[in-house]
């Protein structure tokens, strides 16, 4: 288990990871999701203590990452891909690797054939492409058989072959019961493949929530369509709704499809259709996170009180 | 495979550990250093120059033995000029020293190689290792090579001398003593600047650029000075003669390990102490 309490830092000016606490349940998919620059690599470079925090703590199975001596078989990480000394070959980057945690060659052999580099291993990695470089990173965070990956921005730039590679690796992956933490700036993407979300906007937590309850925090709202849209939108902001107008039907946040109804039963006004529409993931993110960007929602403070 | 045991914390961290990580290390900073073609250009280049070059002046020597007035003949150190070419070589084996850790800064794999290893201090340990022992032997290959080369050439006017003769074996070790005692400095200097190019710069400038303006120095000063820096110590372990401006043998080693110790200390230091 992975757990940050306060952890905060600050470069300069910038206080790219403020406060964070967070506990990433083992056995899970976590999704750390956030626009860019809220703190999302920073605070899993300070997980692998490679840059120390300005506070507080992070800690791996309940001690500090820099105390592990052969970590990666408890830690899996994949941060840069592309971090490579651009002649050494597949091979011998994942055999240095391998040695300096007492992982044996056969287990060389093996990751390089689950990552599908078996014909290209022996190649100076600077020819590799971008897909063929994130293998080999997957392969590096898989050397140790470790019960805790992580992964930053697998999928950036990736054509749409290697985005289901590493979707359907990360599925496998959680099947087998390993605790996996993944970053991503796309929603879509964490739909996809996480079971709790942690959401993080200017290096504050805005979320630590599942999937669900993410989605289903947010409101949604309600469709009506009547002849009388004037005299229901009138009720219905009287009972504390936001109105507004889409075609020649009533949206209504701020009230649920059961008040909304009601109301209208009560004032005697012919409904034709009542939908609830519910938030998708993707409003839910840009929900969250404008608030964190903007600060223009008075409701942040609420959000975070709510999520807990 | 169905469930993933959760590893149990490993045995605290005692001296036992830190063996096996530093043991692991070195392994693991051996197939790098061997990986790479870089490396091992460097490590042909710094024979090739010590033995090419060291053959050249040899040659050039005998060409104008002749006509050399005695004093000169007299003062002549045959052992000293079959190694001259370490002159050229050591900024050979000096990049190599800065490339061993520089590459990793350069391309971030520096990262990596600490997500794996945390304990910072072991990994340029363990680089510093590998390095020195792999210099030590390339050092020691071209210098018996270039002594043992320049000495045949050098046997054209009977001038000549053996490793049996006084100081002569010394001052074989001495150049690759020197040679090892470059590519660590400039480990140390990359491991500290964390550029490649900042830190080959910084290395040239110790060993060739101070030495000349350390002559520029007024009397007693450049003497002085110079006594200080790794270059003259380097030239006094590679000769047999000990001229007056020179140092001994002894405060020449002891001259170079202060270089290296100090700048690997700094090193060690600006490593541990800073995000990577
Ligand atoms: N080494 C660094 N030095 C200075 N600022 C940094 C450094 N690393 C990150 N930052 C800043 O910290 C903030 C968070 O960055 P980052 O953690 O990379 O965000 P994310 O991964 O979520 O996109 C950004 O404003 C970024 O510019
Ligand atoms: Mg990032």
Redesign the pocket.
Known sequence: MIRAEGLT?R??S?L??DHLDFEIQPGVVTGFL????????????MILGL?APTAGTVTVNGRSYVDIPFPLHEVGALLEAKALHPSRSAYNHLLSLAQSNRISRQRVDVVIDMVGLADVAGRPVGKYSLGMGQRLGIAAALLGDPPILMF??PVNGLDPEGILWIRNLLKSLALEGRTIFL?S?LMSEMAQTADELLV?GR?RLIAADSVANVVGSGQGTVRVETPHLDELAAILRARGATVTYVDNALEVHGLDARTVGDAAFENRIVVHELVRQRESLEDAYFRLTDASVDFHAAALPELAGDRR | MTAVIVNEPRSAAGPETARGTYRAAVASEWTKLRSVRSTVWSLVVTIAITVGLGALLCAAVVARWDRLDPIERLRFDATGRSLAGIFLAQLAIGVLGVLVIGSEYTTGSIRTTFAATPRRKTVVAAKATVLAAVAFVVGAIGCFAAFGIGQVILQGKHVGVSLGDTNVLRAVFGGAIYLTAVALIGFSLATIIRRTPGAIAALFAIVLVLPILSNALPSPWDNNVAKLLPATAGESLFSTRAAPDILTATHAVIVLAVWVVATFAVALISVSRR?S
């Open positions: 830092k470069y300069g910038t790219a990871v956030g626009p860019n620059g809220a703190g999302k690599t920073t605070t899993m470079r840059d930053d921005e970053s700036h993080v290096g | 995000d």
